[in-house]
């Protein structure tokens, strides 16, 4: 049962020690065990995930780390110091050209929680890999429509944007004006009132999906293209 992942991962310091002497292991070996070192944190990251979380793919790291964009200054726990740990190494060896970057994303994939997912889309934004890299993430509609990891996408996207071919551009504005899959919603509200859900609010559940996506980008849109946006604020979504 998953009861038994209810557990806490403690340190044998304290947690404000722990984290500095991660930091300092980070300055100390990124140059010379780069990947090592990487590799080393993205178990010892996995290992306690396991113990807290169990062994599900959804981590809920939105709640214990919300944010990877804009990074505490201090960690709350061993797992997200451990996932600022595996961010700020992948990070770096990404930084010294596309052959490392290409090492660091593969070696993210290999970890199949949550996590490793929304860093991976992070150290794609950074600019540090090749926009190719980046093109396929983007362009890969189950990662489009994956609401884990829509705030990492969002910032892939927004980095990226400029320079995508007009064709992916109106690639992903197609995926945004046809909407989300709103079957789950239908069965569960007529699972729940015995009736499927209003048009409107079936309307309002859409339009507020588009406006998530679109938000991004908004200020990059041609005066064409922000025609649904201006639609949706019109509205007051």
Known sequence: PDQEYLRSVRPRVDRFLYERILRQAEKALVVPAGHELLDLLCRQLRAAIAIENGNHSNDHSGIWMPSLVVLNKQSHGVKDALAAGVLRVASGIAGRGPHDCRQ?????????????????LVVLASGRCTPEMGRQHLLDH????????????????????DGFTPQDQQQVLEWIRRGPDQNWLIERRTERDGTPPAEDVLRRHRESWQMARLQPIANLLSS??????????????
């Open 104 to 120: 660091v994303i593969d070696r993210l994939r290999r970890e199949r929680v949550l996590i490793f997912r929304r860093i991976e």
């Open 142 to 161: 189950a990662r489009f429509v994956d609401d884990h990891v829509r705030q990492e996408y969002g910032l892939l996207l927004n980095n990226m944007w």
């Open 224 to 237: 064409e293209d922000r025609r649904l946006w201006e639609m949706l604020r019109e509205r007051g979504v």
